[in-house]
Nanobody, 119 residues
Framework: QVQLQESGPGLVKPSQTLSLTCAVS??????????WNWVRQPPGKALEWIGY???????NYSPSLKSRTSISRDTSKNQFTLQLSSVTPEDTAVYYC???????????WGQGTQVTVSA
């Protein structure tokens, strides 16, 4: 059973960098064709895909967030990390990490973590 668990600060000040980590168990993040994603849901809005890092370490980001987003990984710890810079209150959301196999739909999700951007 694949399990994902997000962790990180729940409160970030405007202009700072949001940093979240997703710890993965039950699967290796280097398994062929697995894509490890970040998704968020602002209050009252739809889910928004942020980006992914692949089994080989390649990354791809949403065009609307690309200039502020970085996704990296630590294979020794089997985890991957989201960094979103220059945050504003509009970045307030529940942030999820999730897995997809290639271009298939996201099949395993973390529980989500609330991040609030406020002074």
């Amino acid at each position: 059973q694949v399990q994902l668990q997000e962790s990180g600060p729940g409160l970030v000040k405007p202009s700072q960098t949001l940093s979240l980590t997703c710890a993965v168990s039950g699967a290796s993040i280097t398994t062929n064709y697995d894509y490890w994603n970040w998704v968020r849901q602002p209050p009252g809005k739809a889910l928004e895909w942020i980006g992914y890092i692949t089994y080989s370490g390649s990354t791809n980001y949403s065009p609307s967030l690309k200039s502020r987003t970085s996704i990296s990984r630590d294979t020794s710890k089997n985890q991957f990390t989201l960094q979103l810079s220059s945050v504003t209150p509009e970045d307030t959301a529940v942030y999820y990490c999730a897995r997809a196999v290639g271009s298939d739909e996201l099949d395993y999700w973390g529980q989500g973590t609330q991040v609030t951007v406020s002074a």
